[in-house]
Each structure stands twice: as C-alpha cells, then as structure tokens.
C-alpha cells in the first residue's frame, strides 16, 4: 500500500480558526510578554515603566496594566510621576515605547506582572 491509499490525516490543528496575527489581541499578549520579562529582570527596588517621546515632550509612567480593543487599538494604564492615573490608547501601527526602570511606588506589596495577579499565573500562560 502507497501513503496516496490513506486518506489525510486529520489533527486538532486543523479545527483551530485561523488567527490574524495583525489584530490588537496579538500585540496585546507579545507586548505582555516583552513588558513583564523586563519588568521580572529588575530587582525589587524597581518596576517597569514607560516613556514616550512625542512632539518635544516627554512622559514617563509606570505601567499597571495592558488593554486591547480589536482590531486595532491598545491601551497602557498606568500612574505618571505625581501619582495621577493616566491611559494611554493608541492604534497598533504606532506602538513605540522605551521601557524604562521606575522605583517602586510601594515597595512593602509583592512585584506582579503587568496583566496577571500573580507571577505563577503568568508563567502558566506561556508554557
């Protein structure tokens, strides 16, 4: 018997939609992951955060936590430097942040990655 007398083989990949790597929810999870490798490098006395340069001007903020609106919109939550909340949305095309090391706001509370309430939930996301 020839492999042409078997019909195709059929896996569980061929029942997954396919996945529009160009949509918000793909940057989403790849700056989630980029954002909280950084973010666990640091030591305990630093948090991850963010500046922007824009037009002359510059913002740095620390980043709490990451939204996306598909298909093309993300959002940067965050506090600025005198503690006021700020949010930043922007279409994916646009994306440019420089992460930064940022002093921990309340260095008595555990460090959690950005989008997780714990490191362990994290970690299971990417295995």
Avoid: C
């Avoid at 569980?12 to 989403?28: C, G, I, R, S, V």
């Amino acid at each position: 018997m020839d492999m042409e007398d078997f019909p195709p083989r059929i896996t569980p990949a061929h029942f997954m939609p396919f996945k529009d790597q160009n949509l918000a929810d793909e940057f989403h999870r790849r700056l989630i992951e980029w954002i909280n490798d950084f973010h666990r490098s640091l030591d305990d006395k630093h948090e991850v955060g963010a500046r922007l340069v824009n037009f002359g001007q510059s913002v740095t903020f620390h980043i709490e936590d990451i939204g996306y609106w598909n298909p093309s919109l993300i959002s940067f939550k965050g506090k600025n430097e005198n503690g006021e909340p700020v949010e930043l949305v922007q279409h994916i095309s646009q994306i440019s942040i420089l992460l930064i090391a940022l002093k921990r706001e309340n260095i008595e509370q555990p460090k959690r990655p950005i989008g997780f309430m714990s490191w362990e939930e994290y970690d299971e996301t990417k295995s």
